[in-house]
């Protein structure tokens, strides 16, 4: 059985990662808009997985015994300046994300609620990668500056983007 605290905070870590889908799903939306296909299905990709990270926990929790008790998601913001902008703030999303993470692996460990330790080290393991690949992008976009022919090369890239197994 799922103690009721880590329960709750399974409960608020659903609602956070459907928060980040949403917010990926607006970032594509103006990158489709901004005449960057690339950038777009990146972001689509992205809304994919935070979908996918949502249900994980909302497996667990339903696995564990517990009660999914679905939360009102915030309005996304949709105002972006520049490609460059929206990977900044979806860097700092991906932080924040980290961060909520951690709380929850701190307070499995609190709780002594053993069980719920290994997909947390999962998400600790996957915040890494997520911090990693928003970073790389910004630091790509502030090399390129104001270069057209280098962002419709990455825009090209980024559109490569596969669906990963079992993220
Ligand atoms: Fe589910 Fe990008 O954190």
Not at 37 to 65: C, I, N, T
Not at 78 to 99: G, H, I, K, M, Y
Request: charged share 30%.
């Amino acid at each position: 059985m799922l103690i009721k605290s880590v329960q709750d905070a399974m409960n608020g870590q659903i609602r956070n990662e459907l928060y980040s889908a949403y917010q990926y799903l607006a970032m594509s939306a103006y990158c489709e808009s901004a005449n960057l296909p690339g950038f777009a299905h990146w972001m689509r990709m992205q809304s994919r997985e935070e979908l996918e990270h949502a249900m994980k926990f909302y497996d667990f929790v339903l696995d564990r015994g517990g009660k999914v008790s679905l939360q009102a998601i915030d309005r996304p913001s949709d105002e972006f300046s520049s490609p460059l902008d929206v990977f900044e703030q979806s860097l700092a999303q991906e932080r924040r994300v980290t961060s909520q993470i951690h709380d929850l692996y701190a307070l499995a460990q609190q709780e002594k609620d053993y069980a719920s330790i290994p997909l947390l080290q999962w998400f600790v393991t996957e915040q890494i990668e997520e911090e990693k690949n928003a970073g790389q992008v910004v630091d790509t976009l502030k090399m390129i500056g104001d270069s057209r022919d280098a962002l419709f090369l990455l825009d090209r890239e980024l559109g490569q983007r596969q669906e990963e197994e079992g993220e």
